[in-house]
């Protein structure tokens, strides 16, 4: 089973649309979870850590449940320059530090 | 400017040769890290390191080394034993402590075409 599990899409959505892409991890002695975006050919950058209360940065807003081992991330309002893949993330000081990907989503938000 | 960098952006290697990937990191973080990305997958973790001297293997090691003889140093070698080196590698680096936070911070990527 993989440590990060996320739904491939791709997700083509119309601007100023809502999407929602969810993630699963396996070790529920992870402690650090994160969304990151990377864009076509580019290095993954950060976009947002998630914490157990939720959290949210303008149109991005994440969830972490801990007992379902899921995390979320919601787009409200999409604009062009939110087409990337989007990559969730768990690390954990019990893996040694280390952070473990999924595969990544890919969100394309078309005119 | 802190940062983490890595040189070549691109790289062209013939069959049969090693070649060396640099990464440097000005973060002071004790964590680094090199993955690889094939197009349309996810990233693979190949080596790890957590302090001076001490390096671990990752999910994918096997063609591959490295040293960490510097805090700020990880360098990557891709060695004649790696059967299929063409690839996107990333080098990382996170804090242990979670001063300034505990994600992981990428460089630019080398991108390794054998030839």
């Known amino acids: 089973r993989k440590e990060v599990e996320q739904d491939p899409g791709p997700f083509n959505v119309p601007e100023g649309a809502t999407v929602a892409f969810n993630c699963t991890y396996s070790?529920?002695?992870?402690?650090?979870f994160f969304w990151y975006r990377q864009d076509c050919r580019k290095e993954p950058k950060l976009l947002m850590s998630?914490?157990?209360s939720g959290n949210e940065d303008g149109r991005f807003t994440a969830q972490l449940n801990r007992a379902s081992q899921y995390i979320s991330l919601l787009i409200r309002d999409s604009k062009l320059s939110d087409s990337a893949t989007y990559l969730c993330?768990?690390?954990?000081?019990?893996?040694?530090?280390?952070?473990?990907f999924g595969t990544g989503t890919s969100l394309t938000v078309i005119p | 400017d802190g940062g983490i960098t890595q040189s070549p952006k691109y790289l062209f290697r013939k069959e049969g040769q090693n070649v060396t990937l640099s990464c440097e990191q000005n973060?002071?973080?004790?964590?680094m890290y090199w993955y690889r990305q094939d197009p349309g997958q996810g990233l693979r973790l190949i080596y790890y390191?957590?302090?001076?001297?001490?390096?671990q293997k990752g999910d994918i090691a096997e063609g591959y080394s490295v040293s960490r003889e510097k805090k700020e140093s990880f360098p990557l070698t891709v060695t004649s034993a790696q059967k299929n080196p063409t690839a996107f590698y990333l080098c990382?680096?996170?804090?242990?402590?979670?001063?300034?936070?505990?994600?992981?911070?990428f460089g630019q990527g080398t991108r390794l075409t054998v030839v």
């Open positions: 990382a680096s996170s804090s242990l402590t979670g001063e300034g936070g505990t994600e992981a911070f």
């Open positions: 070790n529920s002695a992870s402690q650090s």
């Open positions: 998630v914490y157990s």
């Open positions: 993330v768990v690390n954990g000081l019990n893996t040694g530090n280390q952070f473990y």
């Open positions: 973060l002071n973080h004790d964590a």
């Open positions: 390191s957590q302090i001076v001297n001490d390096f």
